[in-house]
């Protein structure tokens, strides 16, 4: 079993910053595939930014391309998620999730949540206009 375990969500103005952290405990894998998801009141789970271990191949949804960046740290067994230029439309719970298995580059499995086998409790994003 693996647990993550989200942290640094808040309340902020639009145009602030914020950077989330997903830690990884238990039985963590060398190879896996890491990912932010978003979901908003009423909508679907949608992903935010992926980010391959072994490799560290990225992707990230166009709505916040430019403005969010994912990174890990190995040694820590944590994938930050750096958002920059928020707006209020970034506003929704926000999830870390890990897949296990080798992934050179993302692929569209990568960006669909059901892939995903393991997940955080989520933290909440609010950005004020």
């Known amino acids: 079993q693996v647990q993550l375990v989200e942290s640094g969500g808040g309340l902020v103005q639009a145009g602030a910053s914020l950077r989330l952290s997903c830690a990884a405990s238990?039985?963590?894998?060398?190879?896996?595939?890491m990912a932010w998801f978003r979901q908003a009141p009423g909508k679907e789970r949608e992903v935010v930014a992926v980010?391959?271990?072994?490799?560290?191949?990225?992707y990230y949804a166009d709505s916040v391309k430019g403005r969010f960046t994912i990174s890990k740290d190995d040694a820590k067994n944590t994938v930050y998620l750096q958002m920059n230029s928020l707006k209020p439309e970034d506003t929704a719970v926000y999830y870390c999730?890990?897949?296990?298995?080798?992934?050179?580059?993302?692929?569209?499995?990568?960006?669909?949540?059901?892939?995903?086998?393991?997940w955080g409790q989520g933290t909440q994003v609010t950005v004020s206009s």
């Open positions: 999730a890990a897949k296990k298995g080798l992934a050179i580059a993302v692929t569209m499995q990568h960006l669909k949540a059901a892939a995903y086998d393991y």
């Open positions: 238990g039985r963590t894998f060398s190879s896996y595939v």
């Open positions: 980010i391959t271990r072994s490799f560290g191949s990225t």
